[in-house]
């Protein structure tokens, strides 16, 4: 076919004439055009402009450079921000900006056969990365490339692991599943005074980097909850690996607290309050603060006497506009709980302390926190 060649996507009757996958959910493109080498960059971000995906039939790396072609495209067209805005109107208008470069890095389609290699010339080995993503079936398929670099580059965090200097230890996150790269709040969890007591729950556990640091602080019980099927297999496995002799139990469940009750009860909910765009960034985003008010609430009726909640949560949100001052210390009020203390860490992050980023005017004033909580009548 040629480069100016269009495809219908349906068959006659209606059917998909190919499979679309997208590791995000995004929706399949509603038009296609078939493009090659021979396309330019200004060429292609016209078309997609205008609504138009391109699938790729040329080389493997031409498509990758078409695709940073675009990027820098949409950066030398993006609007600068506005100082005087309102802190949540910049950060609008941030979310707006990645969305945009997102769809148009996005457009760029490769095709996918059955062994699920990426069918272009050059292209590397994408068969294991991919199916260990999605399974065996599915046939041939229509991916973004993006979507490809991305599973390509979660197999390749899942190999070689995320050193954790905290706890002496390297973690192997799975696609799918948030990875512990800012380790200030494991740093607090592992420097928190511990409460009498043999048991714990860590609720939603991810990684399961919380509850290896529990164990390594000597923690002889622990309960873990996760509702992500990839995130409780990520898990076990790097609890089976890191603290091999330790009483970790992984649950899988759709309630957020396992039975009965523990000396101590940690949280790390997501840490802006908002809808997320991606599965990913349900570790980002918690709707209407709806975990974390859940956290709250549960603790009263899951802590043992004597027992505390720690609370980890970042003040970025307060910063950005997307929560009221003081709004976690009402929470904690109206939950019946009382704090014992706050332990306060600054990010250390590459973003932390990067002056053209477009959030820089929250993220230097960020904090995290560990919020040791305990019932009224525990702490009576």
């Given at each position: 076919m040629s480069a100016?060649?269009?495809?219908?996507?349906?068959?006659?009757?209606?059917?998909?004439?190919?499979?679309?996958?997208?590791?995000?959910?995004?929706?399949?493109?509603?038009?296609?055009?078939?493009?090659?080498?021979?396309?330019s960059a200004d060429a292609a971000y016209r078309l997609i402009c205008g609504g138009t995906s391109l699938l790729w039939q040329g080389d493997y790396y031409n498509a990758r450079a078409l695709v940073d072609a675009l990027g820098r495209r949409v950066e030398k067209r993006r609007r600068a921000p506005d100082v005087a805005a309102a802190a949540i109107d910049r950060f609008n208008a941030h979310r707006q900006a990645q969305s945009h470069r997102a769809h148009i890095m996005n457009a760029v389609l490769v095709p996918v056969d059955a062994s699920w290699q990426v069918a272009l010339r050059r292209?590397?080995?994408?068969?294991?990365?991919?199916?260990?993503?999605?399974?065996?079936?599915?046939?041939?398929?229509?991916?973004?490339?993006?979507?490809?670099?991305?599973?390509?580059?979660?197999?390749e965090w899942e190999r070689k692991g995320i050193p954790i200097a905290a706890l002496d230890a390297t973690i192997h996150p799975r696609f799918g599943v948030y990875s512990p790269l800012r380790g200030e709040y494991i740093d607090l969890v592992m420097r928190a005074p511990l409460p009498e007591?043999?048991?714990?729950?860590d609720l939603g556990t991810g990684t399961g980097v919380l509850a290896i640091a529990l164990a390594k602080r000597g923690v002889k019980h622990i309960r873990a909850t996760e509702i992500d099927p990839r995130a409780v297999a990520c898990a076990r496995d790097n609890i089976a690996r890191v603290v091999p002799r330790a009483d970790v139990q992984v649950i899988t469940s759709g309630e957020l607290y396992p039975s009965g009750r523990a000396s101590l009860i940690v949280c790390n909910p997501p840490w802006l309050p908002g809808r997320p765009t991606t599965p990913i960034e349900g570790a980002l985003y918690d709707p209407d603060s709806q975990m974390l008010n859940a956290f709250l609430r549960g603790l009263p009726d899951h802590l043992?006497?004597?027992?505390?909640?720690?609370?980890?949560?970042?003040?970025?949100?307060?910063?950005?506009g997307l929560r009221a001052p003081g709004a976690v210390v009402d929470a904690i009020a109206a939950a019946g709980l009382d704090v014992i203390d706050r332990l306060d860490?600054?990010?250390?992050?590459?973003?932390a302390n990067d002056a053209v980023d477009p959030l820089a005017f929250a993220r230097t004033q960020e904090v995290t926190s560990l919020w040791r909580l305990s019932t009224k009548r525990s702490g009576a």
């Open positions: 100016t060649a269009t495809i219908e996507w349906m068959h006659e009757d209606g059917s998909p004439a190919v499979a679309w996958q997208s590791p995000s959910g995004a929706a399949r493109p509603k038009r296609m055009q078939v493009a090659d080498d021979r396309m292209a590397p080995d994408t068969r294991a990365a991919l199916m260990a993503w999605h399974g065996n079936g599915a046939g041939p398929a229509i991916m973004s490339l993006r979507a490809v670099q991305g599973v390509l580059s979660a197999a007591g043999d048991t714990a729950f043992a006497p004597q027992g505390e909640g720690w609370l980890i949560l970042s003040d970025l949100a307060v910063h950005l860490i600054r990010p250390r992050h590459g973003k």
